[in-house]
């Protein structure tokens, strides 16, 4: 079962409080972001029940915290705690227990403030151009900027920027 919010066009954010272990850890690697309280509990334990992790783990969490780091979690299927997590790169933010969800209500308004095409064309570039070489990846980004060039959205920000005034944006 291969788990793909990256699909989706929105910015996801996972908030972790408590344990996120084996499918719970790769639910949270298929979003954007991940929020986690100080003593939440990350780990990967499958290989201590023969199998691997199934649902994107042996790609995501590599991608995310470096080959070696990854190999380690996975391999010995150690537990990582919250602030561990934070240090490793495996969350954005770790932030007091029972904070995290408030946390990631913080930042999914920053997020809402943004140009809606802008915030989907940025998470495709992403996305896609690291499955690429730098050349196509560089193409790739070039090909999703240029299409919010005659946007709506694009130029209620230029005249929101030059009246110093929030936009309002609207997905067009």
């Known amino acids: 079962m291969e788990l793909n919010r990256q699909a989706l066009h929105v910015p996801t954010i996972a908030v972790i409080e408590g344990a996120a272990l084996g499918g719970g850890l790769e639910i949270a690697l298929s979003c954007d972001l991940r929020i986690c309280g100080e003593d939440a509990?990350?780990?990967?334990?499958?290989?201590?029940?023969?199998?691997?992790?199934?649902?994107?783990?042996?790609?995501?969490?590599?991608?995310?915290?470096?080959?070696?780091?990854?190999?380690?979690?996975?391999?010995?299927?150690?537990?990582?705690?919250?602030?561990?997590?934070?240090?490793?790169?495996?969350?954005?933010?770790?932030?007091?227990?029972?904070?995290?969800?408030?946390k990631a209500l913080e930042i999914a308004q920053h997020i809402n403030q943004k140009g809606p095409l802008a915030l989907r064309m940025a998470k495709r570039a992403i996305n896609e151009g690291l499955e690429l070489n730098m050349e196509s990846a560089l193409a790739l980004e070039e090909e999703c900027y240029e299409q919010l060039l005659n946007t709506k959205d694009r130029l209620e920000g230029l005249a929101a920027f030059a009246e110093k005034r929030k936009p309002r944006y609207n997905g067009e």
């Open 41 to 102: 509990v990350f780990g990967l334990p499958e290989t201590g029940l023969a199998i691997i992790p199934g649902a994107g783990g042996t790609q995501r969490l590599p991608r995310l915290v470096g080959n070696s780091v990854a190999k380690e979690l996975i391999f010995t299927g150690r537990k990582v705690g919250g602030r561990d997590a934070m240090t490793v790169g495996l969350v954005n933010y770790c932030v007091p227990t029972g904070e995290a969800h408030l």
